[in-house]
């Protein structure tokens, strides 16, 4: 089953309206989560390192005052897109790093559509 | 820093074909190696990966990959396609389990019937 888990797996918001995704890590901490975004028929792309009890760090090109990324606990990260617009419409997925095993999982990914 | 090159945006094979995505990478420390799958509409599923050890990687659903430092590639393959492989294949490079993957482009497979 699933170790990390995403939740909403697909949102629709309207256009100025701000959006929580959830990456919960099921049955282990994850002091470390990473928080990708892929938009249709492309690659996956890095935009933010999400550090438990600190600031995330972003990207090159990922505005932090939109993107809000909070690591509260070892199990929990989440990624707020603020006052939306259709162009952030796309795929957000998250991945978690645990210790034993050395292994990075990714969650099932969020469809974010922006109307 | 680091890079993947996915050779061929699109490959087609007839169903019990070949399979070969290729994939190279850059890394200036010893790579861990990644092959991801993509069915539409749908999450990632890990294939199979590379950190240390032996270099031919065997994965889930009949899929291999061989790391060669020497070539720099760590290309996948399986030996006879079938329909369900349709897919997009996404190989990605890190530099260690806790620091982001970097993935390629993609390669979109198509099975032909």
């Known amino acids: 089953g699933a170790v990390v888990s995403q939740h909403p797996s697909r949102v629709i918001c309207k256009s100025g309206t701000s959006v929580k995704i959830e990456c919960r890590s099921l049955?282990?901490?994850?002091?470390?989560m990473f928080w990708y975004r892929q938009f249709p028929k492309q690659s996956l792309m890095l935009m933010a390192t999400?550090?438990?009890?600190?600031?995330?760090?972003?990207e090159q090109g990922v505005e932090k005052d939109k993107f809000l990324i909070n690591h509260a606990s070892l199990t929990l990260s989440t990624l707020t897109v603020t006052s939306a617009h259709p162009e952030d419409s796309s795929f957000y997925i998250c991945s978690a790093f645990r210790g034993s095993g050395n292994t990075i999982y990714f969650g099932e990914g969020s469809w974010l559509t922006v109307v | 820093a680091q890079s993947v090159t996915q050779l061929g945006s699109h490959v087609s094979v007839s169903e019990g074909a070949l399979v070969l995505l290729r994939c190279n990478y850059s890394s200036s420390v010893p790579p861990y190696l990644f092959w991801y799958v993509q069915y539409p509409n749908q999450g990632l599923q890990l294939l199979l990966k590379?950190?240390?050890?032996?270099?031919l990687v065997k994965g889930i659903n009949g899929f291999e990959a061989e790391f060669k430092k020497s070539e720099t590639s760590f290309h996948l393959t399986k030996p006879s396609a079938h329909m369900s492989d349709a897919a997009e294949y996404f190989c990605a490079v890190s530099d260690s389990g806790n620091t982001p993957l970097v993935f390629g482009k993609g390669t979109r497979l198509s099975v032909i019937a």
């Open positions: 999400s550090n438990e009890g600190s600031k995330a760090t972003y």
């Open positions: 049955d282990f901490q994850a002091t470390t």
């Open positions: 590379y950190t240390t050890g032996a270099t």
